[in-house]
Every structure is written in structure tokens, then in C-alpha cells.
């Protein structure tokens, strides 16, 4: 069971990719899908793995990415 649960605002993310990078556990990727900016935002490909360790949104330079913690 994860963790952690990362929520990306996907009409504000601009296909950095610097979460992607940012993730050691291999969470999160670039969706094919394009957002109404023509972007392909990020999104979790393996929610069962996320720690709720907060890399991804720390790094996160436009603040779209929300970690909550299983308590």
C-alpha cells in the first residue's frame, strides 16, 4: 500500500519534467495526454509506489504537485 498520494494540477503543468527526475522511486512520467496550454503534463504511472516523501513537489517550480501523507 502506498504511502503517499501525489496530486498534479494538470492545466497548470508546463512538461518540465524536473518531478519526473526528481523521484526515486520511479512514480511519476510524462502523460501522452496535452493539456489545454499544449503541454504534456506529469502524471502518477505507479501510485502504489509513492512514500509521500515530497521530492516531486518540491522540486515542482510552478507548485502543482500536492503529496498527502497516509496516516
Not at 518531478?19 to 512514480?27: E, I, K, Q, R, S
Not at 504534456?40 to 509506489?49: G, I, L, R, T, V
Amino acid at each position: 500500500m502506498a504511502k503517499g498520494r501525489v496530486i498534479i494540477e494538470a492545466e497548470r503543468c508546463k512538461e518540465c519534467s524536473l518531478c519526473v527526475n526528481a523521484c526515486p522511486f520511479g512514480v511519476l512520467r510524462i502523460s501522452s495526454s496535452i493539456n489545454s496550454r499544449g503541454f504534456h503534463p506529469a502524471e502518477a504511472a505507479h501510485p502504489e509506489k509513492c512514500t509521500g516523501c515530497r521530492l516531486c513537489a518540491i522540486m515542482c517550480p510552478d507548485v502543482v504537485i500536492t503529496v498527502e501523507r497516509a496516516s
